[in-house]
């Protein structure tokens, strides 16, 4: 079964920069797709960004773009999100999560605060 183990969030000022970890088992992850979403207080969950397991394509939010950075190491089966420029609205629990078809897997989460 597909486990996944988020870590790196923390509390940064505004213009600073975190790198999230996602650790992920139980899979060889091949044809997956590996995103991060985020979920902040009183708002729906919302897509961050996705990267192709196989092949490295990645997609990200337009609100994230040129910011974030998405990627993986395949031998270690280490999602990661690297948080450049942060702003306040990106305050929230980050989620990991891997797909295959119609399934889908969740991490427990971890909290980015970013202050003013």
């Known amino acids: 079964q597909v486990q996944l183990v988020e870590s790196g969030g923390g509390l940064v000022q505004a213009g600073g920069s975190l790198r999230l970890s996602c650790a992920a088992s139980?899979?060889?992850?091949?044809?997956?797709?590996m995103g991060w979403f985020r979920q902040a207080p009183g708002k729906d969950r919302e897509f961050v960004a996705r990267i192709f397991w196989t092949g490295g394509y990645t997609y990200y939010a337009d609100s994230v773009k040129g910011r974030f950075t998405i990627s993986r190491d395949n031998a270690k089966n280490v999602l990661y999100l690297q948080m450049n420029s942060l702003k306040p609205e990106d305050t929230a629990v980050y989620y990991c999560?891997?797909?295959?078809?119609?399934?889908?897997?969740w991490g427990q989460g971890t909290q980015v605060t970013v202050s003013s």
């Open positions: 999560n891997a797909a295959l078809g119609a399934t889908a897997q």
């Open positions: 139980g899979s060889t992850f091949s044809g997956y797709e």
